[in-house]
């Protein structure tokens, strides 16, 4: 048992672990997105999925000494992956689909490790029950697995990120996958040995592990699926809810994560944590508050309330899917196709939410529908019940459509612009009309404000947020302005094309923006750029992967403004992507970092790393008063000239850069967001 146990725990460890360690080696390519998290998940479902049929097939079809040398072999060849350091050549052109890209390059760089650490929890516990049929509970090991998996969660953003470079990760997760390919390798040869094995090569495949239950019918197969489609879907949604629309706060997808995970590990370790008549009337109610809270607050609803709701929601729910699951467990014989078809509706729930749903919803509309759904799936459940009982969940499944109903007119009404992709949501919005002074068209990005227009006509091409002129960007391109007849300006994140009204005759603005339904949505819906007397010029694409490819610009002004939500893309703010910034600006040229945020403190990050390069920096910061209609900004300038921050105009206003003691420089191997948490 203990040979068994340190072999399943290793390998869910490992299978967790390497998810972070992957998707931060390949975030700064494809924007730092948290769509790539979103589809990194898809493809370690996937190969999960491909993992446990692999895992029945071997069970059902092949005799036990033909399963451990095929599996051995495996697991020999797949050391030739390691280490797990992803190509350059992967790197995106900027007119790829992310998705299909991503795909291919996790495929190439960890498929075969993972999809053989993703067989070892079904195989192993086969493998067991076979050798060692008196065994009250198999099924603990999967409970073991799932906690596994669960210090793997909390042990990367904790204790493995802050530490260790991302290279050193990707060794390091290479030499323990070294370790487990040992370990599997035992377990396979050990269930061999005669003393342990209930049965010989000499009996049908069919007859090697222990008959103790009678067979699933077609039924329970699909029962299964639903059930943990339904977990991972939930699982998901709610996490694109909690982080796009109510906070953007920094590790909050740790903890839905965290909470299906327990949910797992509390159904299976067999001590009957989940009981239907314990769980199902919270369901009932829980769900429908989840329902109502969608709208409530006009879709606002406070973080304090809305965190603990939609965290103990997805709790409660994860205990009935999981809970229904474990109850429903066949004998220890079938234990792979039950294996199969957790990991095959895993997948269709990730399936559904991160690559189906984008391309039918122009937002999260599948949070609500799966409410709904999760609703009626309990009333199909406790049919057998008294009749009151799937009476009450179908009453519960009524009350929630209607407030999903409310949800869905609530959005849809009053937008001009919703629309959906691999990058997120976006949704433009009028707050007043052009005969008020002090209406305003939004575009919004889930919680995140990323450009503001007003509609008065005599007010259209004021700047705005956080780019008015007594902000460091606002002064830095003004003074620029009077320098010069012809200034170039590059700025890092189009929004709605704020800064474009600074441009004059002569003048050059080039945006880089890497989500294409941006540009359409500045180009349409905005005036900034088609109103401007400047050249605008829009390049779609990572701008640090397009800046590295394109000739020196020689920028006045280059304007590095991605850093206002949680999900900062931490490879525009690092050692190597100053060197590209550098390359960029003229002598006396001006790198502008918008560092406004409200969790992370940011300033001693880019003052660490302007102080290795031997920069200049001075930080401006604007708090307007309550009567603007202007945000409070924080913008650290950075330049190789002390005398072009000299000027009192930013030197006046400048604000000291507080330290971080202990604070690392940030590389391209190197970050640690909790070390910066405000």
Partial sequence: ??????????????????????????????????????????????????????????????????????????????????????????????????????????????????????????????????????????????????????????????????????????????????????????????????????????????????????????????????????????????????????????????????????????????????????????????????????????????????????????????????????????????????????????????????????????????????????????????????????????VAAGFSVYQVHTYITMLSSDARVMSRNFYGTLRVKDFGDENSQSGARRLMHGVIMHGEQFLAPNRRMEATTYYGRESGIGRIIELKNEGSKEVRVGVVGLGAGTLAVYGRPGDTYRFYEINPQVIDVAMKEFTYLTKTPARIENLLGDARLTMERESPQRYDVLAIDAFSSDSIPTHLMTYEAMGVYLKHIKPDGVIAFHVTNRFLNLPPVVKRIADEYGLHTVMVSHDPDDASDLARTDWILVSRDPKALADKRITGPSEPIGEIPGLRLWTDSFNNLFKILK
């Fill in 1 to 394: 048992m203990p040979l068994y146990a340190l072999t399943i725990f290793t390998s869910a460890f490992l299978l967790f672990l390497v998810q972070p360690i992957m998707a931060k080696q390949i975030l700064p390519w494809f924007g730092g997105s948290a769509a790539v998290w979103t589809t990194c998940l898809m493809f370690f479902q996937l190969v999960l999925l491909f993992g446990y049929a692999y895992a029945d097939w071997t069970i059902r079809f092949l005799k036990p000494r033909p399963q451990v040398i095929l599996h051995v072999v495996l697991l020999v060849l797949s050391l030739a992956s390691l280490p797990i350091i992803a190509g350059s050549g992967w790197k995106p052109q900027g007119d790829e689909d992310p998705t299909w890209l991503i795909l291919g390059l996790l495929a190439a760089t960890i498929g075969l490790p993972y999809f053989l650490l993703s067989t070892t929890g079904p195989l192993l516990q086969a493998w067991f029950a076979r050798s060692f049929p008196q065994a009250k509970n198999v099924y603990r090991l999967f409970a073991l697995s799932n906690a596994a998996s669960l210090v793997a969660l909390v042990a990367y953003p904790f204790v493995v990120e802050p530490y260790i470079t991302t290279r050193e990760q990707s060794l390091g997760w290479s030499v323990g996958y070294g370790l487990f390919a040992l370990l599997c390798a035992v377990s396979a040869l050990f269930s061999l040995r005669p003393a342990h094995a209930a049965l010989s090569d000499t009996n049908t495949a069919a007859a090697a592990t222990p008959v103790t239950g009678p067979a699933p019918r077609a039924a329970d197969y699909l029962l299964w699926l639903v059930l943990a489609a339904m977990g991972s879907f939930m699982l998901i949604a709610v996490t694109n809810h909690i982080t796009h629309d109510v906070a953007s706060v920094p590790f909050l997808w740790i903890l839905p994560l965290t909470l299906y995970l327990l949910s797992f590990v509390l159904c299976f370790e067999g001590r009957n944590w989940y009981q239907r008549k314990l769980f199902f009337g919270p369901l009932l109610v829980i769900v429908g508050a989840m329902a109502w809270g969608l709208h409530t607050d006009g879709g606002v609803m406070d973080i304090k309330q809305a965190i603990p709701l939609f965290a103990a929601g997805l709790f409660v729910m994860c205990m009935f899917f999981h809970g229904e699951l474990a109850a429903l467990k066949p004998a220890p014989r079938h234990l792979t196709g039950y294996y199969l078809m957790i990991s095959l509706g895993g997948a269709i729930g990730g399936l559904l939410v991160g690559f189906v749903s984008p391309k039918l919803f122009n937002t999260y509309y599948e949070f609500g529908f799966g409410l709904v759904f999760t609703l009626l799936l309990a009333a199909y459940v406790s049919r057998r019940n008294p009749l009151l009982v799937p009476v009450l969940a179908l």
